[in-house]
Nanobody, 115 residues
Framework: QLGLVEVGGGSVQAGGSLRLLCETS????????VSWTRQGPGKERELVAS???????NYADSVKGRFTISRDSAKNTVDLQMNGLKSEDTAVYYC?????????WGQGTQVTVSA
């Protein structure tokens, strides 16, 4: 069983920044994909950003230019740096790992952006 823990959520005013950290119990370089996904109030779950084993990054159009995903293979962590936050970024953010065709999820961390 793979362990995932998200840290770094909180409350911030619009225009501010937050950095989320996904801590994993496995080697991130063995994961096919690591993603950050969010679910806002009354909204469907949305893929925010992902990074593949080969280091290919992908972003939702709504966050391009504002969010950056990165990984630290020595610490087995994946970061999501969020700048220029907007009220519509308010959501629970989840770290998601695809490994051997199995999806693993963290418990989520709340991000609240006030106007």
């Amino acid at each position: 069983q793979l362990g995932l823990v998200e840290v770094g959520g909180g409350s911030v005013q619009a225009g501010g920044s937050l950095r989320l950290l996904c801590e994993t119990s496995g080697s991130i370089l063995s994961f096919e994909t690591v993603s950050w996904t969010r679910q806002g109030p009354g909204k469907e779950r949305e893929l925010v950003a992902s990074i593949t084993r080969d280091g290919i990054e992908n972003y939702a159009d709504s966050v391009k230019g504002r969010f950056t995903i990165s990984r630290d293979s020595a610490k087995n962590t994946v970061d999501l740096q969020m700048n220029g936050l907007k009220s519509e970024d308010t959501a629970v953010y989840y770290c998601n790992v695809l490994l051997d065709d199995i999806d693993y999820w963290g418990q989520g961390t709340q991000v609240t952006v006030s106007a």
